[in-house]
């Protein structure tokens, strides 16, 4: 591929990681999935791989809307990473969900209402109860994604209410919706369940004496995981060599703080990968270093999911212990 954005740029022939099924619906785009979800049942492994920023699929109208062109799309991808986590599924057995919308059209990692109501015309902005604007907002990353550096405004026009609410139908909240339903499914069968949402990130700076950290691991600052399974995916980013860190500068956004419940059973982690990493020198297309880290985050989750089911088969004893006395 070339990096050139098209209105087929998505995923296809999803085979190999249970049955695959498309859920929701890109606006503009008549029956293109906003999302695919593969899950094997019954379940091998009690996790589930999460890629909100890996959609590919730009519909004409949008491609139409961007003010300096569609290249300026990829700088919102998590490029790729949609087929590092299939690769990681398919090597772990783990359950997969992957968007297929782009982040430029809604980005599945914030929350409904973290909005620039100034990109709105006038008469779909709220009347009243508009809330202080995130500090994701004023950077130009809501929601719906506003503005880049260097780039400026995406944008050649503002959005109608419409646009608004089709987006947030049909892609948004069923995709929410699936998580938390695997979720559920896996936390009933091993009695704890963990999401991986899978990013990608450009290159850290390094300083003198300290390698760049290939991979960040956000647990929001362990509001959404038990502190074994963050130890245990240090452990394993030092046996394979990878420099890792730890909630800086990504600590986890909507989609941790939305589904991260380890009291509950369930726990969360972002994972940022340094595109650089697996991708080439033009940071577009996959390079040959994509196998290699495709074999250690499948370490990662064969390790994760130990760890997860202990928890689930420690949180059962305990409720019988509790129901005995």
Do not use: C
């Not at 954005?5 to 906003?34: F, M, Y």
């Not at 600590?251 to 991708?279: F, K, M, N, T």
């Not at 250690?296 to 019988?320: K, N």
Request: no cysteine; net charge neutral; proline share 7%.
């Amino acid at each position: 591929m070339s990096g050139a954005l098209g209105e087929n740029d998505s995923q296809a022939g999803w085979q190999g990681v249970g049955q695959g099924t498309g859920g929701g619906r890109i606006p503009g785009a008549p029956g293109v999935p906003a999302f695919f979800l593969a899950e094997v049942n019954p379940s091998a492994i009690p996790v589930l791989i999460a890629a909100p920023h890996g959609g590919r699929h730009y519909p004409r109208a949008l491609l139409a809307d961007f003010r300096h062109g569609p290249t300026a799309a990829l700088k919102l991808e998590d490029r790729y990473v949609d087929l590092m986590a299939r690769g990681i599924a398919e090597a772990t057995g783990a359950s997969l969900i992957v968007a297929n919308a782009p982040r430029a059209m809604i980005d599945l990692n914030r929350a409904p209402d973290d909005i620039d109501w100034e990109m709105f015309q006038r008469e779909a902005r709220p009347s009243e109860g508009v809330p202080t604007a995130s500090r994701r907002v004023r950077g130009g990353l809501g929601l719906i994604p506003r503005r880049l550096p260097v780039q400026g405004d995406l944008w050649r026009r503002r959005l109608g209410a419409a646009d608004l609410a089709e987006r947030l139908a049909g892609v948004h909240e069923p995709y929410h919706a699936a998580i938390a339903k695997a979720l559920s499914t896996l936390r009933e069968r091993w009695g704890a369940a963990l999401l991986i949402d899978l990013h990608s990130m450009p290159p850290l700076p390094s300083r003198p004496g300290v390698a760049s950290a290939q991979v960040v691991i956000g647990d929001r600052f362990g509001a959404s995981s038990h502190g074994s399974v963050v130890a245990s995916a240090f452990a394993h980013f030092a046996q394979v060599g990878r420099e890792a860190a730890h909630n800086r500068p990504y600590a986890g956004g909507y989609v941790l703080e939305r589904h991260g419940d380890p009291r509950g059973g369930i726990h969360a982690l972002q994972i940022e990968v340094d595109r650089s990493r697996y991708l080439d020198s033009a940071l577009v297309e996959p390079s040959e270093q994509m196998v290699g880290m495709i074999e250690d985050l499948a370490g990662l989750v064969r390790r994760l999911g130990s760890v997860v089911a202990e928890l689930g088969r420690d949180a059962g004893a305990q409720d019988w212990s509790l129901a005995a006395e």
